[in-house]
C-alpha cells in the first residue's frame, strides 16, 4: 500500500462500536489533510466505517482485510466537518 499514514490506530481485539469511537478520536488530534490507519478485527467496523464517512467530511481513501484484520485509511477533512 502506497499510502502513508500519519498516525496509526490499533484498534484490534475491540468490540463494536470502539474501533470507530477510537478513530473518532484519533481524527480529532491530526490536522486537516493529515491521513489515519486504523486497525481493526471486528467484522462489523467495515460498515461502521463506511456509515461514518458518508455522514462526516472525512475521506476513506482505501480499506482493506487482510488474514482478519481490517485496515482503513482515513483522511481528516479540511476544518471542522466532520469532527
Excluded: N
Excluded at 471486528?42 to 480499506?63: K, M, N, Q, Y
Aim: proline share 6%; glycine share 8%; with cysteine.
Amino acid at each position: 500500500m502506497a499510502l502513508q499514514p500519519d498516525d496509526l490506530l490499533d484498534a484490534c481485539g475491540l468490540p463494536c462500536p470502539l474501533p470507530l469511537l477510537k478513530a473518532k478520536q484519533a481524527l480529532s488530534r491530526l490536522a486537516p489533510g493529515q491521513l489515519l490507519e486504523v486497525r481493526a478485527t471486528d467484522a462489523g467496523s467495515w460498515a461502521d466505517f463506511e456509515t461514518f464517512v458518508a455522514h462526516s467530511g472525512h475521506t476513506l481513501e482505501a480499506r482493506e482485510e487482510r488474514d482478519g484484520v481490517y485496515h482503513y485509511w482515513l483522511r481528516k477533512a479540511d476544518g471542522e466537518a466532520g469532527s
